[in-house]
């Protein structure tokens, strides 16, 4: 089972930590939205960032600083996120809202249709070149 950016996915905790999403015993169950895919080049196994709200409790969640070499969007500086890989991963929660990702840089926009370009990418000419992240 693979997510895409705009997901929502179920995690489970004990004691605020995300265990193993087939583990049998757990506290909460809790719908995190996906922003970012990365590929870790040696594993070729994609890992998602988690956008956590703020009342939400993660303990292994950290704060998102202007530092991002993630390419993760700079609106998250200043939020929390954690990383976690796919069998961290429980299922998919509600459906993602309607829209799509850029074919650019794979942010998701809301109420897009297929293939569009989103207006960051069509504004900056730096974005050009970005490859697509799915
Ligand atoms: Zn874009």
Redesign the pocket.
């Known amino acids: 089972m693979t997510y895409d950016i705009g997901d929502h996915v179920i995690v489970r905790t004990v004691s605020g930590f995300i265990v193993s999403g087939r583990t049998e015993v757990w506290d909460d169950e809790i719908e995190l939205s996906v922003v970012k895919k990365i590929m870790w080049s040696e594993t070729e196994v994609y890992e998602y960032v988690l956008f956590v709200p703020c009342h939400v409790l993660i303990k292994s969640s950290t704060l998102m600083d202007s530092r991002n070499k993630l390419g993760i969007p700079q609106k998250f500086v200043g939020e929390h996120i954690v990383i976690v890989k796919p069998q961290y991963i429980t299922r998919l929660g509600r459906q993602r809202a309607d829209g799509n990702n ?6 998701f926009c809301n109420y897009a249709t297929e293939g569009f ?6 504004t900056n000419p730096y ?1 050009q070149k ?1 490859r697509p992240q799915k």
């Open positions: 850029c074919a650019n840089c794979g942010d370009t989103c207006y960051s990418c069509r974005r970005m």
